[in-house]
Every structure is written in C-alpha cells, then in structure tokens.
C-alpha cells in the first residue's frame, strides 16, 4: 500500500534554510510532489521531481531524492516569512494513472522574524 | 477568474442537515476529486471522477455521497451532517493527457469551510 509520512511542525528563523523532510512507501512512484498551502487558499503545486533524478533545483528550492531509503527533501534556501505555510508531499505511482495522488499529512513550516 | 471554484466558501449548518458543496472548473480536465482536511490528518480522499460516468470511493466515503453532472461539475453531499464533519473540504482536478510532464499534477479549488453544529 502506499503510505507517505512527513514531520508536522518545523520552525526555522529568517534568513535559515528550511529542510522538510518526507517518506514515502511504495517505490514504484514515478513523480513527488511539493505543494504549498499558505493561510486561508487551496495548494498549489510548488515543484516535483521526476523518480529517475536525484536532485532538482529551481531558484530558493533544491528537492532530494534518495529512492533507496525512499526518502525525499525540500531544501528552502534564505527562508522568508512569506515562505510560512503547510507543504505536503504527494507521491503518483508508477503505471497507474488511473489513481489519485497519495498526500502526506503536511508540515506547518513557520517563519520567525 | 480562477480555474477550479468551490461553492458556497463559508457555511454553518445543523446536525441532520442536508448540505451540498459545489465545485466546477473551467480548465477542460477529465478527472475531479473531493477532500477534506482536518489539522494533523492532512487531505483525505472522499470521492473521485475519472469521467462523468465514472465514480468511486476514496479513504473516507461513508457519510458522503457525489454527483458528476457535467464534465465541468462535482457536486458533494452530505446527507445528515454530524459535528465530526466539520472541516475544509477541497476540490480538486486533473488530467495526466495533458499533463506538462509532470505526471497526474492536481490543481485545488480555495476550499469551502464547513462548520456543522
């Protein structure tokens, strides 16, 4: 079965890298997703890696992923307080598009002044 | 305008109380989904539509039922609401033929806060 798990509170102060951290269970996953949930609006997706790459950048984010311990990270570099907000992990399983992403229960990331 | 709309975004309702949540979507996607958050429990698959005629029951169907009435809409219902159903329920949709490469990427509607009493 597919399972993913991720901390539930990270507390970073400004300026800090922020690293969320998540696991997840079945290792036919083709994509892991990030998506941001800030105060009060839906999530949107905020990046994603593909299952045959180890690392991806894109500007302040770097993910991570370690496929044999199953394990993937979401490095946020200079934090911002606009940066505050829940991100979940999602993985989408391989060969089988005709199910829904599996959410972790998200990680309430809070930005100190 | 937004892609995915969730109606109503607010409401407070009665135990026992029939209450419906709409959403609709303006992006052409075949495939559309119910959640509902609670803090600590992250996003819980009620029901998804992989098509107009196709439904099924996600992590935690009892108490819920939904309606696919168009391409465009998904309708949940709750047909006796309890107090354990008070949470933020979100909509969502997809569809992995027109993905940008990347895989069944979902897009969420704001969510609509419900508060059963």
């Known amino acids: 079965g597919e399972d993913v798990e991720q901390s539930l509170f990270l507390s970073v102060r400004e300026g800090d890298s922020s690293v969320i951290n998540c696991t997840y269970t079945?290792?036919?996953?083709?994509?892991l997703y990030w998506y941001k949930q800030e105060p009060g609006a839906g999530l949107q997706l905020l990046t994603y890696i593909f299952s045959n790459m180890d690392m991806k950048q894109d500007q302040r984010l770097t993910v991570l992923l370690n496929k044999k311990d199953k394990h993937l990270s979401l490095r946020i570099a200079d934090t911002q307080t606009g940066d505050s907000a829940i991100y979940f992990c999602a993985e989408s399983i391989s060969g089988s598009g005709n199910t829904p992403l599996v959410f972790g229960k998200g990680t309430r990331l809070s930005v100190i002044a | 305008d937004a892609d995915v709309t969730q109606t109503p975004r607010n409401r407070i309702t009665k135990t026992g109380k029939r209450i419906m949540l709409e959403c609709s979507q303006t992006k052409g996607h075949d495939r559309m989904y119910w959640y509902r958050q609670d803090p600590g429990l992250g996003l819980r698959l009620i029901y998804y539509?992989?098509?107009?005629?196709?439904?099924n029951k996600g992590e935690i169907s009892d108490g819920y039922s939904v309606s696919r009435q168009a391409q465009a809409k998904f309708s949940l219902s709750l047909e006796s609401a309890i107090p354990n159903q008070t949470a933020l329920y979100f909509c969502a949709t997809s569809d992995p033929s027109r993905d940008r490469g990347i895989g069944n990427e979902q897009y969420f509607g704001p969510g609509t806060r419900l508060t059963v009493t």
């Open positions: 539509s992989f098509d107009v005629k196709d439904i």
């Open positions: 079945d290792s036919s996953s083709t994509y």
